[in-house]
Every structure is written in C-alpha cells, then in structure tokens.
C-alpha cells in the first residue's frame, strides 16, 4: 500500500482473484482493486469471469461485463450476468466510478442488493452475506487499515 501511494497517477486499476468473489476494494484515493470471481465454484460461487472495456486514448478500464455460469440452470452454460455501468448506473473510468459506488450501497437498498447478489455471481442460495454480517463486508471495501476498518465496523 505504501509503494502505490507513493505513485499516485501511475497505477490505473489493480485486478485481483484471490477471494473469488466479486468484489472490489479502494486501496488507496485514486486506485481501486477490482476483484474478480473465480471459474472454480469451489467457494459455492457460480463459475465467473470478467470482461473489461478499455479507454481508447488512456487505456484506462472505464466498465466490465461479468460473465456467469450459473449452475443451478439445467443445462448450465456462462452466459451474460450484468454490465457494471448499466447494474449500477454510473460511468467514466472505474477508478472514478468505484469509489461513488461505496457510499452509494449505503443510501439505496437497490444498489446494495446488485453488489450483494453480484458477490456470489448469482449464487444466492449460497451467499454469505446477511443483515448482520452486511458491515463486515461493506466496511473492508473502503477502510484498508485494521484500525480504521474496526472502528467503522464497530461505528455502523
């Protein structure tokens, strides 16, 4: 984390797969960790891959389409799951648009039931995700310091 604030402007976006869910995290002001699900359910997710759309002059990632094979469909097959700027209906360079979404899940209840079912790439039956433990997840979006994160959770 150190590293990348000391270049803030460089780094456009970080991708990451390591929970296999679909998720993200604000770093740092400026950069944003785009997490995405993974092909194996293992976890209970449904099977899922992202598809980014890049800027054409600053090759900056400005939306994804999240691609799902939801398993309890017979026959299953990946299929479209949603598009970030249409499910959540903000545009411009994700680095921009993610940081808005944080805020948002708190003041609409639509907005924060698209990144709950989104979690598990459709797979609700399995989500872990409840009323009680919605802080939890909420808070590890936006407070990347264990302090700061506690003191938000305990806040909520």
């Known amino acids: ?45 449904n099977p899922a891959y992202k598809i980014f759309t890049l800027d054409g002059v600053s ?15 017979a026959p299953a097959a990946f299929s479209d799951y949603y598009t970030f700027s249409q499910a959540y209906e903000l545009e411009g360079p994700l680095a921009a648009s993610l940081p808005e979404l944080f805020p948002a899940m708190l003041g609409s209840n639509a907005v924060k039931a698209q990144y709950q079912g989104a979690f598990y790439s459709g797979n609700n039956a399995l989500n872990p995700i409840t009323t009680t433990n919605w802080p939890v997840y909420w808070c590890g979006i936006g407070y990347m310091d264990g302090s700061e994160f506690l003191n938000a959770v305990n806040a909520f």
């Open 1 to 45: 984390m150190g590293i990348i604030e000391k270049y803030p402007g460089v780094i456009s976006m970080s991708l990451a797969g390591h929970t296999h869910m679909d998720e993200f995290r604000l770093m740092s002001p400026g950069n944003a960790l785009v997490i995405t699900a993974g092909i194996s359910p293992y976890f209970g997710n």
């Open 59 to 73: 090759l900056a990632p400005i939306d994804y389409s999240a691609v799902n094979y939801n398993l309890s469909i």
